[in-house]
């Protein structure tokens, strides 16, 4: 052993001794028998000096410290020369028993981690039990401010309207005034309420009044006419529904009103308010409802009609399905004009089409178009039967009204939403078209 070695030796073993074997004491002392190679013999040198010194009682001098160190080297050196194995064969032994032991102390460190992880899971299972069980207890026992909150809640709102009947003419008018504190339907806490009016005398025959929009308090003041005889009154009942407009699903009923004809005296004008009802199937949700897009670019004078896909259309078939194509059509000034139509879906009431069609229109002619939609039901052997129909345009009312609005106002912008099918008849009434347009052909 050199003696610069030595004297670094000699001093960190002072240090060592000062320091009681605390932590820091344990890494100074590290050094020396690092660099003599002796890292591994440490803590049998450690041993060997705790029983030849006493804790308490700090060496007298350096050299005093030197000499018991060096004696201690040389009887480690003694029994290791006594083993028959290379050195290097004894600190690899060291250093895996070494790396074994700090292993085990993680293992088991893990271990304790987990049991504690474990123990808090099943406290929050506990907690989580206990809040399932009082869930289940307040759905089964309603608590008595709950069922006052959904008795609250069946309230649909009011409606104000008038009937007058002429005996003369056999016509019936009833007219929409307005409503009052109807039921939010939206989730802003508010409505797009329109109402439809017929009568169950014909109830292919429906008139809708404009769409208000965000209000729970409409005002319409919108009439309509109906023809009645005076034998169908006893058995006719006016109804009015009150709905909420929803663009891309079904519209919601907020409630209607039922008034038995037979049960008033229609000799002079009825006005009143009445509470609105939960409201009954109607004749629009038997014949099925259908979805599309328009677009209109007045640059190139382009009428873009995208027909999506319908819904709970009426069962034509036999076997309670239907096979349903849609036709396209445009009316130019009361006369059929274009016509195109989708392919045949088949055995289906809920078909997925997808299909576009482009018209050209002027911008002259737009004010003057009507577009006609026709859902149909394909048959091989017998002849093809209407399932319901509509027209949108600037004659037309209600919801298709302002489907048609909505493309003028927004150019260049595909406008989607939902209609419900009416009865073709009524609709072929209301448009009472001619014979197609024939235009002069040009001279060659």
């Not at 605390?22 to 041993?47: A, R, T, V």
């Not at 709950?146 to 005996?167: A, F, H, P, T």
């Not at 009044?209 to 308090?217: A, D, E, I, S």
């Amino acid at each position: 052993m050199s003696g610069r070695n030595n004297l670094i030796r000699l001093w960190f073993l002072a240090v060592d001794t000062r320091c009681h074997y605390s932590f820091l004491g344990l890494i100074w002392s590290l050094w020396p028998c690092i660099l003599e190679g002796e890292f591994f013999l440490y803590p049998i040198l450690i041993m060997a000096k705790s029983t030849n010194t006493t804790a308490t009682a700090p060496p007298a001098t350096a050299t005093t410290a030197y000499s018991t160190g060096s004696a201690i080297v040389s009887w480690i050196d003694s029994i290791l020369n006594r083993i028959p194995l290379p050195r290097w064969a004894i600190y690899t032994i060291f250093a895996v028993g070494a790396f074994l032991i700090l292993l085990l102390i993680i293992c088991c460190c893990c271990c304790c981690c987990k049991r504690k992880k474990n123990k808090n899971k099943e406290k929050e299972k506990i907690k989580l039990g206990t809040i399932k069980n009082n869930l289940t207890t307040s759905l089964v026992q309603p608590d008595i401010e709950g069922l006052q909150k959904s008795q609250e809640n069946d309230y649909r709102g009011r409606l104000q309207y008038s009937v007058e009947y002429n005996y003369q003419r056999e016509e019936m008018t009833v007219q929409v005034k307005q409503a009052a504190s109807l039921k939010a339907m939206d989730s802003g806490g508010t409505s797009d309420p329109y109402v439809i009016v017929f009568l169950t005398n014909d109830s292919r025959k429906k008139h809708e009044t404009k769409v208000y929009r965000k209000t729970l308090n409409p005002t319409f003041n919108e009439s309509f006419t109906f023809k009645l005889l005076k034998s169908e009154v006893e058995d006719t009942s006016a109804v009015m529904q009150v709905y909420d407009f929803n663009r891309f699903s079904k519209h919601d009923v907020i409630g209607e009103v039922r008034l038995q004809l037979r049960d008033i005296n229609l000799q002079h004008v009825i006005e009143e308010w009445k509470e609105l009802s939960a409201a009954s199937n109607t004749e629009y949700e038997r014949l099925g409802e259908i979805c599309f897009s328009l677009k209109y670019i007045p640059v190139t004078s382009k009428l873009i009609v995208v027909i999506l896909e319908a819904r709970k259309l009426k069962k034509m078939d036999n076997d309670g399905l239907s096979d349903p194509y849609v036709k396209v059509q445009l009316a130019l000034n009361k006369k059929k004009w274009k016509r195109k139509k989708t392919a045949v879906k088949k055995n289906t009431l809920n078909p997925y089409f997808n299909e576009e069609f482009t018209f050209d229109v002027t911008l002259e002619q737009i004010q003057n178009v009507d577009l006609i939609i026709s859902v149909w039901d394909h048959d091989k052997v017998n002849k093809n039967e209407q399932i319901g129909k509509l027209f949108l345009g600037c004659r037309s009312s209600g919801n298709a009204l302002r489907h048609w609005s909505d493309m003028l106002a927004h150019p260049r912008r595909p406008i989607a939403q939902w209609h419900n099918l009416q009865a073709a008849e009524e609709i072929d009434k209301t448009l009472a078209l001619k014979s197609h347009i024939k235009f002069p052909r040009p001279n060659r």
